[in-house]
C-alpha cells in the first residue's frame, strides 16, 4: 500500500468532508439553489479578502484572472511597472507585452523581496506609470514582497494602481485590502483554500473600477463589468465550475470558523517549524529575507541533488515536494505548508527528509529537524 501526500504550492491536499460535497449530485447554475450558494461564497470571499468590494469569481487557474487584470485595467500602449523576482513576476510581464503594454521591469535577485523604495523613485521619475504588478508570495523564491509598503506609494497617485498576486498570500497571511489600499487582489482555488485547481478570484477597489471604466484592451471571457452585473444577481456570466463553487463554500465556511487570525496564527506557526527545522539540520533557505508563510524553499547541496531527493520523496513516501522552476530547477525543494495542513504534517514531512538526507549521505545529527520542530510547535 502506497499513502500519497501533496506538500507543493498548489495544488494543496483537500479535506475529506470539502471532497464529499463535491461528490453529491450536480445542481444546475441557473436555478434559486445555485444562487443562494453563490451569495454565501459572495459574502465569505469579502470576509476572506477583507472588502467590502465585490470579488468576482472566473472559472480558469489564478492565471485567468491574472490577465483580466491586465486586460480589464489597461489600454493600448499603457506602461507598467513589474516586480521581477521569480517565475511568477515573469508571467506579469508576460501578459502585459502580450496585451501591448509596456513593461518597466523591477529585476529583483531570486531569493530577496523587492525594494518599495525602487518603485516609489520609478513612480517619481515616471508618473505615467499606470500600474504596479507583483505577488504577495512569489511562489518559485518563497520570499513575500512588502506589498503593503508598494500600496502606501500608490495610494498617492491618483493614476497608479497597485495589482497583487495574492494567489499564495489570501489565506495564509494577513492582506486586508481595504485597509491597506489594495487596488487589485488576485487569488486561486488549488492553493489555501484547500480545493482543486479550477476557479480564480479578483478584489478591485473604487479606483481600479475607474480604470476599468476607461480600459480600451480587448476582453470577452475576462469582462469585469459584465461579470459584476452577474454577481449582483448572484449569478456567473457563463456556466461556472459549480462543483468548485460548491466546495469554494465549504472552504469559506471552514474558514470563517477557524477564523483568519487563528488562520494566519496556524501558518505561521507551521513555516516557523518548517523554518526552524531546515536550519537544524544545517540547510540554507532559498529566501535570504522575508521568507512566506506560504511555503518554505530550500537549498539543496550540490552533491545531493535537488531533482534526486525530490524524486525520492515521492518513491519511498509518496510525498510530493515542488522542485525549483528555471534558474532555481536543481538547486531547491520547495515545502508547501498553505490550506489544509496542521503540526504533524510538517513533522512527517521534514522527518521523510532526514530520512532520505541520511540515506543519501549527508552529514546530521538524526531527529534534530525534528526536535527543531517539535521545539517549535510546543511552545506554541
Ligand atoms: C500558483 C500561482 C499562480 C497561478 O498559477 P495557475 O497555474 O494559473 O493557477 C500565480 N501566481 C502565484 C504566485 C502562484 O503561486
Not at 28 to 38: A, G, L, Q, S, V
Not at 175 to 199: C, E, F, H, R, Y
Not at 347 to 365: D, T
Request: with cysteine; glycine share 8%; proline share 4%.
Amino acid at each position: 500500500m502506497e499513502k500519497k501526500y501533496l506538500f507543493s504550492p498548489g495544488p494543496t491536499m483537500l479535506p475529506q468532508d470539502i471532497m464529499l460535497k463535491m461528490a453529491e449530485p450536480i445542481i444546475h447554475h441557473r436555478e434559486d439553489e445555485y444562487k443562494r450558494i453563490f451569495q454565501e461564497v459572495r459574502e465569505g470571499l469579502g470576509y476572506l479578502f477583507q472588502t467590502k468590494s465585490e470579488v468576482l469569481l472566473f472559472t480558469s487557474s489564478g492565471t485567468g484572472a491574472m490577465e483580466g487584470a491586465v486586460c480589464n485595467l489597461l489600454s493600448p500602449g499603457d506602461k507598467a511597472l513589474v516586480v521581477r523576482g521569480g517565475k511568477f513576476g515573469e508571467r506579469w510581464g508576460e501578459i502585459c507585452q502580450v496585451y501591448g503594454i509596456e513593461v518597466k521591469p523591477i529585476d529583483v535577485e531570486w531569493g530577496e523581496a523587492v525594494d518599495p523604495e525602487l518603485i516609489a523613485e520609478c513612480l517619481k521619475e515616471d508618473p505615467s506609470i499606470r500600474a504596479v504588478f507583483t505577488q504577495a508570495t512569489e511562489t518559485s523564491t518563497g520570499v513575500m514582497h512588502p506589498i503593503k509598503e508598494i500600496a502606501e506609494i500608490t495610494g498617492t497617485c491618483e493614476e497608479t494602481v497597485i495589482v497583487v498576486d495574492a494567489i499564495t498570500g489570501i489565506g495564509v497571511f494577513d492582506i486586508p485590502t481595504d485597509a491597506w489600499n489594495l487596488d487589485v487582489v488576485v487569488s486561486g482555488s488549488q492553493k489555501a483554500l484547500m480545493l482543486p485547481p479550477g476557479l480564480s478570484f479578483i478584489a478591485l477597489s473604487e479606483k481600479a473600477w475607474r480604470f476599468v471604466e476607461r480600459s480600451k484592451l480587448p476582453k470577452y471571457y475576462f469582462d469585469f463589468k459584465q461579470e459584476l452585473k452577474s454577481a449582483e444577481k448572484n449569478q456567473n456570466t457563463f456556466t461556472p465550475a459549480i462543483t468548485l463553487v460548491i466546495g469554494l463554500r465549504e472552504s469559506l465556511r471552514k474558514i470563517r470558523q477557524e477564523g483568519l487570525e487563528a488562520v494566519f496564527a496556524r501558518h505561521d506557526l507551521l513555516a516557523r517549524a518548517t523554518r526552524e527545522a531546515v536550519k537544524a539540520l544545517g540547510l540554507e533557505l532559498f529566501a535570504t529575507e522575508s521568507p512566506s508563510n506560504a511555503l518554505t524553499a530550500v537549498k539543496v547541496p550540490d552533491e545531493i541533488g535537488a531533482n534526486e531527493i525530490k524524486d525520492r520523496f515521492f518513491e519511498e513516501f509518496g510525498i510530493t515536494v515542488a522542485g525549483g522552476q528555471d534558474r532555481a530547477k536543481g538547486k531547491i525543494i520547495r515545502i508547501a505548508h498553505l490550506g489544509y495542513y496542521g503540526h504533524l504534517d510538517m513533522i512527517m514531512v521534514i522527518s521523510a527528509l532526514e530520512m532520505l538526507l541520511k540515506e543519501m549521505g549527508y552529514q546530521f545529527e538524526l531527529g534534530a529537524g525534528v526536535r527543531a520542530a517539535e521545539g517549535v510547535l510546543i511552545s506554541h
